[in-house]
């Protein structure tokens, strides 16, 4: 099956300060890539669809400016939680659907603790 | 979107065949069926979809009524690394960029 990558696994971070998480297709061009954020024991929740070359599309409640989400290629989607506060802390996952096919694949997820 | 509604929880046997519910009633005639599990601590993984017909792959079975308002996904031979969340998910058309959006999912657990 497609692989999708994301870097760092886990991050701490001190409050205040910015944090970039890299989302790749390893093995086939993302035409979109969309981002998720997931507390403890809880569902996922959709932040925002990105889409190579154009803007991100936030979902209802969720910062743009916060949470800066960059496409810049097919193969490559960051997220960057800017001024991040403790209750940022949770495990973000990107996922991504390849061009020309139906199925989304998932990232392995990346645990963000900001203290 | 079409909701889903599923089962918060589920027990099964190791060895036997697990059959996970889903009732999707307002599903669009567009709209796939999308099955995902998330293991602990780690990213959903695709486990199959369709559209009305059923589905077999390596993993599972996806079983669609004909008024397609239902799906039961069937894991044959569960084994304890199939303790998972399970997603059943519809999927939004074209227009709305063809966002996954997850609901409560069942809570799987494998008991030897």
């Known amino acids: 099956g497609a692989v999708v990558s994301q870097h760092p696994s886990r991050v701490i971070c001190k409050s205040g300060t910015s944090v970039k998480i890299e989302c790749r297709s390893l093995d086939f061009q993302a035409t979109t890539m969309f981002w998720y954020r997931q507390f403890p024991k809880q569902s996922l929740m959709l932040m925002a669809t990105s889409n190579e070359g154009s803007k991100a599309t936030y979902e209802q409640g969720v910062e743009k400016d916060k949470f800066l989400i960059n496409h810049a290629s097919l193969t490559l989607s960051t997220l960057t939680v800017t001024s991040a506060h403790p209750e940022d802390s949770s495990f973000y996952i990107c996922?991504?659907?390849?061009?020309?096919?139906?199925?989304?694949?998932f990232g392995e997820g990346s645990w963000l603790t900001v203290v | 979107d079409a909701k889903t509604t599923q089962p918060p929880s589920m027990d099964c046997a190791e060895g036997r065949a697990a059959n996970l519910p889903c009732n999707h009633s307002?599903?669009?005639?567009?709209?796939?069926v999308y099955w995902y599990r998330q293991i602990h601590s780690q990213g959903p993984q695709y486990i199959i979809h369709g559209l009305k017909n059923n589905e077999t792959n390596e993993m599972a079975s996806l079983i669609i009524t004909e008024d397609r308002k239902s799906s039961t996904l069937i894991l044959p031979h569960a084994t304890l690394r199939d303790t998972a969340v399970y997603y059943c998910?519809?999927?939004?058309?074209?227009?709305?960029?063809?966002?996954?959006?997850f609901g409560g999912g069942t809570r799987v657990l494998v008991k030897p």
């Open positions: 996922s991504a659907r390849a061009l020309g096919r139906d199925t989304i694949y």
């Open positions: 307002t599903i669009s005639g567009n709209e796939y």
């Open positions: 998910i519809v999927r939004v058309g074209e227009a709305a960029g063809n966002k996954l959006t």
